[in-house]
């Protein structure tokens, strides 16, 4: 058996089949872990190394990996996350998504980096695992319970401190866009994984751990820590906005900025903003801040609804959210919105991608192509009860719900207009439009799953300034700077680390804490080149996917129908002046392909 | 008049959504927030402006729902009508 030496890493992962019922301990690769990390890169060389790019997500043979980083469960920054890749149903392309909370640390304290599950259950079955120990148990009497309560009861007839990541209803309905949820609010919730984790038979992963995270240098990590906090707590992001309002506070910004997409795109200024804002949400449903597990941050948002038309309690509605099954389907009821967020929780699903579903119906019925008998209602913009109502039926696939549960792209293709489809690679574009938004736009079309903001936020320098100030409206440097956050991002995704440590804390920090935690060197430069070779792994699978450089795309209202209304009306996304450099830029050919050479170097070929 | 819009921390901070002032000739945005500081009794300017005075990392402020980073920043004018939005630094995902 190979040995694992380093620090950091547990150096331990636990391989499941579902098929066979068997749960297997092994070494982690240590080579691997140092040129890949852990979380989404680490998780993404084992997939590739054991999985055909061909397979079908819903088949057997496709594996879900949940990942940790080795700096998950360390204290410091924010170092609750972690990450599951696979295959996506939604996106055909390499799949992963991540999540923060408490369960990501309990898995380093049971002794684990990874678990690989393959294969697929005969009957529903959830994992337990307590310390270095993991058994399959069935869940016959799980399958079909909301997150929540499958987490109640897994705690109750388990463990009580033990940590739960779970499907609900709409991964085992197999749903396109169905999430894993963890901490009972906690979403790892792009690309549809909960589906596959459905798809397996597989309810939950419930973990148990008392051991800690061993550091190779704790006096240097006491260092970098003590740095990093410093710098966190000192930065108005990290230290005061997003403690304050959350993401939510963006609605105004955004909306104020001309970009906050409106009625499935069609406008990209919201009257209901000011309703639907973070600003509105901290004055009535918001009852206190929270973090994941070691977070001086506390983005959360604990919330509470006590109307007549809706209740319950629960974690949300984020930025995104509040844009998705709000501003996106013309819906300014903040109480609907929350509670479409919640039942997004306790179903499993992705609040973006079923918002954005939504309002791709919406248009759908506005231009007549649908008719209210398919639908089984009326249904337009603006209309609350109609969205809360629709977001269940996706999640049940009951009823016109069966269509939504597709995606938009596969939704609209089946009326015959693919081009309402709001997405990249069938995945649904998050709350910036990448018209009046250059860069954002860019990263939308190279992303690596599809439209997705947090795989380089180049919100952070077109509209926040920060590190600095770019021109939102120019073509120019975007390809660079799109290159560096898509870069870096993949080595905090593989870090175990929250993205938004990185409005304070930059690679010289991230270089600090690996090296203090896990004994092996790592430098700025390192730290960059992990990223950079993440990313060209996830493009190498997705190629011999077959989704083609063809796929690098804006859809037509982006690149082709000037924005309508307020102070960026009249811009489109220019593509085809930053996609040539952004290729140039990777090292790529002009057709979009990684060349041998830069795959050399990277270690990749 | 012109209408300055508090917007995040700001609006927790001041307890207010909105502040009017008559418009000055020539004034710019820097101008006015040294104003409109001494009309309120809350201190809020460093929200927005480091100890030299420019705009914290992150701030955003618009005027017409332009960016003044992208105008004449803090030198940006104002006049009779205009909207001034100000935005404290804040981020999402």
């Not at chain 1, 599951?84 to 002794?111: D, M």
């Amino acid at each position: 058996m190979s040995r694992f030496d380093l620090k950091g890493w547990s150096g331990k992962l636990l391989r499941v089949d579902l098929t066979a019922g068997t749960c297997t301990d092994e070494v982690l690769n240590e080579q691997w872990a140092k040129e890949y990390l852990g979380g989404r890169g680490l998780g993404t060389k084992y997939f590739t190394e054991e999985v055909a790019a061909d397979v079908d997500p819903f088949s057997a043979e496709n594996k879900l990996i949940l990942a940790t980083g080795p700096l998950t469960g360390t204290y410091g920054a924010a170092n609750g996350r972690y990450m599951v890749i696979t295959k996506s149903p939604l996106t055909g392309t390499i799949a992963s998504s991540n999540s923060g909370g408490y369960f990501p640390c309990e898995l380093r304290y049971a002794g684990y980096d990874m678990v690989i599950f393959e294969g697929k259950a005969e009957h529903p079955s959830y994992l337990q695992i307590h310390n270095n120990k993991a058994q399959l148990m069935g869940a016959v009497h799980l399958w079909g319970k909301s997150t929540q309560d499958t987490e109640d009861l897994i705690l109750a007839e388990f463990h009580g401190d033990a940590k739960v990541a779970a499907i609900g209803p709409a991964g085992e309905n197999q749903v396109s866009f169905a999430a894993i949820i963890n901490d009972k609010h906690r979403a790892a919730g792009r690309t549809g994984i909960g589906a596959v984790m459905g798809s397996k038979n597989l309810k939950a992963i419930a973990v148990r751990g008392t051991g800690g995270v061993k550091i190779a240098d704790p006096a240097a990590y006491r260092e970098a820590a003590i740095e990093a906090y410093g710098m966190l707590k000192q930065n108005p992001v990290s230290g005061q906005g997003l403690p304050a309002l959350g993401t939510p506070v963006l609605v105004n910004v955004i909306n104020q900025l001309g970009a906050l997409p409106t009625n499935n795109f069609q406008k990209d200024t919201f009257d209901g903003a000011e309703a639907i804002s973070g600003e509105t949400l901290a004055s009535t449903y918001l009852k206190r801040n929270k973090g994941c597990m070691g977070c001086i941050i506390g983005c959360g948002r604990v919330t509470g609804l006590a109307g007549a038309r809706f209740s319950g309690d629960g974690e949300g509605p984020e930025y995104e959210t509040l844009f998705a099954l709000g501003s996106a389907c013309g819906v300014d009821d903040l109480a609907a919105i929350t509670k479409a967020n919640y039942i997004c929780n306790e179903y499993g699903m992705d609040t973006i991608s079923v918002g954005a579903t939504v309002a791709c119906a919406m248009e759908l019925a506005e231009k007549g192509l649908v008719s209210e008998q398919e639908i089984g209602m009326p249904l337009s913009f603006g209309d609350a009860d109609a969205l809360v109502k629709l977001v269940e039926m996706a999640g049940q696939r009951e009823g016109f719900g069966e269509k939504l549960a597709m995606g938009s792209y596969r939704l609209a293709d089946s009326f015959g207009a693919p081009e309402l489809s709001m997405s990249v690679k069938k995945l649904e574009f998050p709350a910036y439009d990448g018209r009046g938004i250059q860069g954002i736009g860019l990263n939308y079309a190279t992303s690596n799953r599809g439209a997705c903001h947090v795989r380089g936020y180049m919100i952070s320098p077109e509209v926040l300034g920060l590190p600095e100030k770019l021109d939102p409206q120019a073509t120019a440097d975007k390809a660079v700077w799109t290159k560096i956050f898509q870069d870096f991002t993949a080595t905090v995704d593989s870090s175990g680390v929250c993205l938004f440590t990185t409005f304070a804390i930059g690679a010289p920090q991230f270089a600090n804490f690996c090296t203090a935690a896990t004994g092996a060197e790592f430098t700025e430069e390192t730290i960059m080149e992990i990223g950079e070779r993440v990313y060209n792994m996830e493009r190498v699978f997705n190629l011999k996917a077959g989704v083609d450089p063809s796929q690098d795309k804006l859809p037509k209202r982006i690149l082709e129908e000037p924005i309508s209304d307020g102070p960026l009306k009249g811009e489109v996304n220019k593509l085809d002046q930053m996609l040539p450099e952004y290729y140039q830029e990777r090292g790529w050919s002009a057709e979009g392909i990684p060349t041998d050479e830069r795959l050399q170097t990277l270690g990749l070929a | 008049m012109i209408n300055i819009q508090f917007y995040s921390l700001l609006r927790l901070l001041l307890k207010r959504e909105k502040f009017e002032l008559p418009a000055v000739v020539n004034e710019t945005v820097g101008q006015l927030l040294q104003r409109l500081q001494q009309q309120l009794a809350t201190p809020f300017l460093q929200k927005l402006l480091d100890d030299q005075g420019t705009p914290i990392p992150g701030t955003i402020i618009m005027v017409n729902r332009r960016n003044i980073h992208h105008l004449e920043q803090l030198e940006t004018q104002v006049q009779d009508g205009d909207v001034v939005a100000l935005f404290p630094p804040g981020a999402g995902g």
